[in-house]
């Protein structure tokens, strides 16, 4: 069909390619593929024009094969020299992909784009995508390093406002939360969209909720949850964010399980597999904390099965630190550490310290229980040392405390006064 000659034509070029020992023996729908790199390499070599012979596959392409895989297209026009129209293309790739919430996928393409000599305008919009695409990830700080790098660049009049939307919500999720909240608030002053003034205003929810301030964000949800056509993924994210109220202010788990259910099934409906995923995994939470095991792991198991699929690393991370955390309970230790080791690979690969002090202090715990007090002390003192490097006090508390216990264990009790009034003074901050 690209080559505009007869199936019969074609079937003789290819057989005498085979009797020259060009191409390796070919069965129809397969690729045809050189019997050795070398030749390949010299064949490419030979062709003079090379960016005229790749202009005219990519448009052949794109006119008779619309159904080809988009980035093979794009792939020609980059190496003809139309990187704008490699640009483009791979962007409706991306667009597609969201749909599907493949956020690993679309970073690759979204990151190979960059290196290309693109234009300042194409360049931009994609690193604006890019800090989207690592903030959907959960990959907070590889958004947040994008957003400086365009801030340092760009113009303050030349800066898009769905940069400072991303910006906000990525400080908040840091736990940058007063200036994440100030950002929002700017920014719904400068907003018209009804749909984007409740997706900030849902932002300013979560901040208050990190910062203990529970009835202000039940409130808030409530308020928001009252709009008019208001998407299916903010309704979603009202309902989860009132089921995490429900433990954190009042423990009523069976309130948090209904709420966590129904963000689950608006988060499908808004198909955010993403979110979907995170919903199970609060499920599961609870039936764990019910001790309905069964529904716990199946819960678990589905949410791992949808991260896996879309790429989702931080989230899957997470899900593995809870099931470490179900096994360590049930004094399944193996697997418990095993679960955690895991979600120590992932929370490095991410460059998430706070992930990886956490998973340092569950695996001092782990340790302490089988007894292997050299292992529990190095991997509190690290633990340690990471958050008080972020000057985490909530965790660093948790930290204290397990090293209190390990020393009061080995018997070496002036260690733990000290580690008691070490405790307290953190301890004293948070309040």
């Known amino acids: 069909m690209l080559l505009g000659i007869s199936r019969e034509e074609m079937e003789k070029i290819i ?5 020259n020992n060009i191409i390796q023996k070919f069965s129809s729908g397969q690729v045809l593929v050189f019997t050795s790199e070398a030749i390949k390499n010299y064949i490419y070599t030979s062709i003079e024009n090379k960016k005229e012979l790749h202009l005219g596959i990519a448009k052949k392409l794109t006119a008779k094969l619309p159904s080809v895989n988009k980035l093979e ?6 190496l003809a020299g139309e990187f704008e129209k490699c640009f483009n293309i791979s962007m409706e790739e991306i667009k597609k992909a969201e749909k599907h919430s493949a956020f690993a996928y679309i970073q690759r393409i979204l990151s190979h784009l960059l290196q290309l000599p693109l234009e300042k305008k194409l360049m931009y919009a994609a690193k604006i995508k890019l800090s989207e695409v690592y903030f959907k990830l959960g990959d907070v700080q590889s958004s947040l390093k994008t957003i400086n790098e365009l801030k340092n660049t760009l113009p303050s009049n030349k800066i898009d406002k769905n940069l400072f939307i991303i910006e906000g919500s990525a400080l908040i999720a840091s736990g940058e939360y007063e200036s994440g909240k100030e950002i929002i608030k700017e920014l719904l002053n400068k907003i018209d969209d009804e749909e984007e003034k409740n997706r900030l205003k849902v932002e300013l929810a979560y901040a208050d909720f990190e910062l203990k301030m529970y009835d202000e964000a039940r409130e808030q949800c409530d308020v928001i949850l009252k709009s008019k056509n208001l998407s299916s993924e903010l309704i979603g994210r009202c309902y989860n964010l009132k089921g995490m109220i429900d433990i954190y202010q009042n423990n009523n ?3 948090a399980l209904g709420n ?3 963000a689950k099934s608006k988060f ?3 198909g955010q597999p993403a979110r979907v995923a995170g919903a199970e ?6 039936y764990s904390i019910l001790k309905d095991y069964q529904k716990a792991e199946k819960h678990w198991k589905s949410a791992s099965e949808i991260n896996q699929q879309i790429g989702n ?11 470490g955390t179900f096994y360590f309970y049930r004094a399944n230790y193996k697997s418990s ?13 991410l460059g998430n310290g706070i992930g990886q002090g956490q998973i340092l202090t569950n695996l001092g715990e782990v340790y302490l229980s089988l007894c292997e007090y050299q292992a529990s002390f190095n991997s509190l003192i690290k633990s340690r040392n990471l958050f008080e490097q972020m000057h985490n006090y909530a965790e660093l508390s948790d930290v204290l405390f397990i090293l209190g216990k390990l020393y009061f264990k080995i018997g070496y009790y002036k260690k733990l006064e000290e580690t008691f009034l070490i405790f307290n003074s953190y301890y004293s901050k948070l309040n």
């Open 73 to 78: 297209e794009a792939r020609h026009y980059e």
């Open 268 to 270: 499908s409906d808004a």
């Open 313 to 323: 690393l931080e989230q899957e991370g997470s899900l593995l630190q809870s099931i």
């Open 253 to 255: 788990l069976n309130s």
């Open 281 to 286: 995994v609060n499920i599961g939470n609870i």
């Open 337 to 349: 550490l095993q679960f955690y080791l895991r979600a120590q690979s992932i929370f490095i690969s």
């Open 15 to 19: 057989l005498n390619l085979q009797l």
């Open 260 to 262: 966590f259910q129904d």
